[in-house]
């Protein structure tokens, strides 16, 4: 079977298989893309196959004659980074779409994908189609060359994220952090924008996240233009079951969302493997965006409003301080400064606090300016025990007390710090102090 060059007649769309073993799983996925309502003229399939063993080309070949279909062959398992960034260089289509192995495509599929993009009039855009999770009553259908039909499907065998998507609110608040959402088992990217962003980040080898990450490349390459990614509701994909190990696939996944994290230091992405469904960690995205926003336009959040015998007391020292202006403080080589007007760099990650990569103590305290209030009671005890860990002092600084929390909803808003102090003095050592209008809130060891 010949292998394509990316270099000859182009096609409106191209799909990539990343498959390791499971042949029998394929089977059902490549007999799925021959009964596609999008004529065959008009796609490629390109199956990578990634070291299996034995060999998955025979089976592959005796769908040559209904399929317009290339084989590639990793001799050594390199990953799904690597897998799919080979299909991604020899693929013609001006528009890729990743569909897993174990992912049979509804006869629509294609169509669905390719009416996405032609759409769009040239511009970027990702579709993210479903993932039905169907278990042993359409296996058959599937075997037989069928869709399985309603009662096969039922109730329960949905998309993972279907029930967040029932929710209004959530369904509004997508196009905040939709990267979160973004599974390549079923999902469509303009080849421009794949070449451009220059694919699947290959450190990534083992299971897990890569797609979020390279999801989250493209969010931000278009300035998080709101209509840069959709959901295809109509572009439906069958995962088809099988077994798998997942307390192993839960280790790798975690340890890839550390290395993600490494990679990318901003609050949205710190927020990848912290506890909550993917809705939750979007609200979470979206309330410290928009109360970064709060805080220029109210004049919040400035360290030049800290009283000067707090500013003493960070002078050359090794604190962590978040606030405006916090980079351009003297401070100590160990010093870390969370300032979102100032440029990402390793000591001025763009973090919200509540995962932070520093080990414990590494600072001799932490220092906010106003931002903390801008947490709900739930990531505002997250965000007090981090703060513990990495630095056994924690001052919550607030600049004034005229604005009260009704005046900012739906934003969360400490404006009770005697309330907030006797919820937390039965955990932590609580103080209060005022100096010139500035009000800290200390926390911890003194």
């Known amino acids: 079977m010949s292998e394509p060059t990316g270099t000859a007649t182009p096609l409106p769309l191209s799909v990539v298989i990343p498959v390791l073993n499971h042949g029998h799983l394929l089977d059902i996925t490549l007999d799925g893309f021959t009964r596609q309502t999008l004529p065959a003229d008009r796609f490629e399939v390109i199956v990578v196959d990634d070291g299996s063993t034995p060999s998955l080309e025979a089976l592959v070949s005796a769908y040559a004659d209904r399929l317009p279909l290339a084989y590639l062959r990793n001799e050594r398992n390199g990953g799904r980074s690597v897998a799919r960034n080979r299909g991604l260089r020899t693929a013609r289509g001006e528009v890729v779409v990743f569909v897993d ?185 979206a309330w410290f965006e928009d109360a970064i926003e709060v805080c220029r336009e109210r004049g919040l959040g400035r360290v030049t409003d800290l009283p000067p015998a707090l500013l003493d007391r960070l002078d050359g020292g090794d604190a962590l301080v978040v606030g405006f202006g916090a980079s351009k403080l003297r401070l100590g080589e160990r010093a870390v400064t969370f300032d979102h007007d100032a440029p990402l760099g390793e000591r001025n990650p763009h973090l919200m606090g509540l995962m932070t990569p520093y080990p414990e103590r590494r600072f001799d305290r932490v220092v906010n300016v106003d931002l903390w209030r801008f947490f709900n009671p739930e990531d505002l005890g997250g965000y007090l025990l981090e703060s513990l860990r990495v630095g056994g002092r924690v001052e919550l600084v607030r600049t004034e007390d005229r604005l009260r929390a009704s005046d900012l909803l739906p934003l969360p808003f400490v404006d009770e710090l005697e309330f907030l102090r006797e919820t937390a003095r039965p955990y932590f050592p609580v103080e209060i102090s005022t100096v010139d209008g500035v009000t800290v809130l200390s926390i911890g060891e003194a």
């Open 101 to 285: 192995g174990d992912h049979c495509p509804s006869p629509d599929l294609l169509r669905r994908h390719l009416e996405f993009h032609t759409g769009r009039d040239g511009r970027p855009g990702v579709l993210l189609g479903r993932s039905l999770v169907i278990d042993w009553a359409a296996i058959g259908a599937l075997r037989s060359g069928h869709d399985p039909d309603p009662a096969m499907l039922g109730d329960y065998r949905e998309d993972v994220r279907d029930y967040l998507f029932a929710a209004e609110n959530h369904r509004r608040d997508f196009p905040r952090a939709p990267w979160l959402y973004g599974h390549t088992n079923n999902a469509s990217v303009d080849r421009a924008t794949l070449d451009a962003i220059g694919g699947f980040d290959e450190t990534l080898v083992t299971w897990g996240g890569e797609d979020n990450e390279l999801f989250y490349r493209i969010f931000h390459r278009y300035d998080r233009a709101p209509d840069t990614f959709a959901v295809g509701d109509d572009a439906i994909c069958y995962a088809v079951p099988h077994l798998r190990a997942w307390p192993v696939l839960m280790a790798q996944l975690a340890e890839n969302y550390r290395h993600i994290a490494a990679r990318h230091p901003r609050y949205d992405m710190e927020l990848l493997g912290y506890p909550g469904n993917w809705a939750t960690l979007v609200r979470r995205i």
